[in-house]
Every structure is written in structure tokens, then in C-alpha cells.
T-cell receptor, first 112, second 115 residues
Framework: QQPVQSPQAVILREGEDAVINCSSS?????VHWYRQKHGEAPVFLMI?????EQKGHEKISASFNEKKQQSSLYLTASQLSYSGTYFC?????????????FGTGTRLTIIP | DAGVTQSPTHLIKTRGQQVTLRCSPK?????VSWYQQALGQGPQFIFQ???????QRGNFPDRFSGHQFPNYSSELNVNALLLGDSALYLC??????????????FGPGTRLTVL
């Protein structure tokens, strides 16, 4: 079953903060966050693993709650370039290169 | 350092035809995964190739098949095309279980339209 993302869409002004949530009905081992702009490939933002390891971009942070089977992506001081659709993908193990099951996405629009 | 490349960019086919999509992984990557992304949806895993063999498979019919070559590049073949096969087909490459935080990097995709 695919993870559920919330909200489905959000509009923010430049400089505001955003939180995007990803909930899984299965145990979480790895969570991968990507941003996709219209007509382009998904771009890797962050990976979080059960056990605490993570890797990602400087201005983006995320949390991994194993007990609640949830992850949240935090975008602070949003910029126009942050606009796009954000997807979380969950993996079946602690290795990031395995089959990913993606959520339906959160569309983020940043306005000046 | 070239990223993941895919060809062609766009393709138009008619129902019943067959199609082959191609992918070259990022330098240093040996694992290729294929995903199908319908409009407005998240990518769905089709299968993954490693050492020229299909290692994992998603919930797709046998009409979807693939191949990986010794240079790690890969092809996705779809036979007997249906209207519902119209989608963006994404290739993602990665390194096999080298470092746990290694993730998958996506190519620009091939937009397939079936008429």
C-alpha cells in the first residue's frame, strides 16, 4: 500500500515555512523525499533510515518517527524555486537502492 | 559527471504495438530501476536490474520486460500496448547496497502516448 501524504496541496508566500507529512501503514525502514517540477525528473532531497542515518540537502530537514510510521519534511524560509510536487517514497529495508513505494504527492506553490 | 539519461524523450504508439525505452545510469552506478508515472500520480515501481538480471518486480504484467547490458545500461520493453500504458517512464540508477544512505537518482523520463 502506498504511503499517504498530507496536505495534498499548499500555497505559501516566499519566506514562509512548510511541513509535508508522509504516513505509512507498514513499518518504516527508509523514507526518501523527492521534488518534481512539471515535466521534469524527480530530484532527490533527502533519505532517512531506521536507526537514524540520513543524508540530504543543507536547507531541508526531515524527521523519521518509527513508532508512528511517519516522516515529515520541513522547508524553512521557502523560495520560489521550492515550488513543485513533493513525493515521499518508502523502502523495504535499510538500504536506499531498493524498490520504492511512492505516495500521491503534495503540490507546493510558492508565490512572491 | 553525466547523470541518468533516457531515450527517446517522447514516443507515440498505437494500441497493440511494441515499444523499447532506453536508460544509461549515472557514472559509478550498477543498478537500474524502472518506474511508471501516470499523470497526477507518484511513480510506480516496475522492476529492478542488477548484474544483468531482474532482481525485484512490482505488480506489472509480463508484457513489461527488461534487460540490462554489461555496461549497466538498460532497456524497458512493453508489448501489446494498451491505452492505459500511456505514462511517463522513469529510470532510476543506484549503487548496489554499498552505503545504506545511497539513494536512487532519476532520469528525465520518456513520455509514452498510446493512441
Amino acid at each position: 500500500q502506498q504511503p499517504v501524504q498530507s496536505p495534498q496541496a499548499v500555497i505559501l508566500r516566499e519566506g514562509e515555512d512548510a511541513v509535508i507529512n508522509c504516513s505509512s501503514s507498514k513499518a518504516l525502514y527508509s523514507v526518501h523525499w523527492y521534488r518534481q517540477k512539471h515535466g521534469e525528473a524527480p530530484v532527490f532531497l533527502m533519505i532517512l533510515l531506521k536507526g537514524g542515518e540520513q543524508k540530504g540537502h543543507e536547507k531541508i530537514s526531515a524527521s523519521f518517527n518509527e513508532k508512528k510510521q511517519q516522516s515529515s519534511l520541513y522547508l524553512t524560509a521557502s523560495q520560489l524555486s521550492y515550488s513543485g510536487t513533493y513525493f515521499c517514497g518508502t523502502g523495504p529495508s535499510n538500504f536506499g537502492n531498493e524498490k520504492l513505494t511512492f505516495g500521491t504527492g503534495t503540490r507546493l506553490t510558492i508565490i512572491p | 559527471d553525466a547523470g541518468v539519461t533516457q531515450s527517446p524523450t517522447h514516443l507515440i504508439k498505437t494500441r497493440g504495438q511494441q515499444v523499447t525505452l532506453r536508460c544509461s545510469p549515472k557514472s559509478g552506478h550498477d543498478t537500474v530501476s524502472w518506474y511508471q508515472q501516470a499523470l497526477g500520480q507518484g511513480p510506480q515501481f516496475i522492476f529492478q536490474y542488477y548484474e544483468e538480471e531482474e532482481r525485484q518486480r512490482g505488480n506489472f504484467p509480463d508484457r513489461f520486460s527488461g534487460h540490462q547490458f554489461p555496461n549497466y545500461s538498460s532497456e524497458l520493453n512493453v508489448n501489446a500496448l494498451l491505452l492505459g500504458d500511456s505514462a511517463l517512464y522513469l529510470c532510476a540508477s543506484s549503487r548496489d547496497r554499498d552505503i545504506p544512505t545511497d539513494t536512487q537518482y532519476f532520469g528525465p523520463g520518456t513520455r509514452l502516448t498510446v493512441l
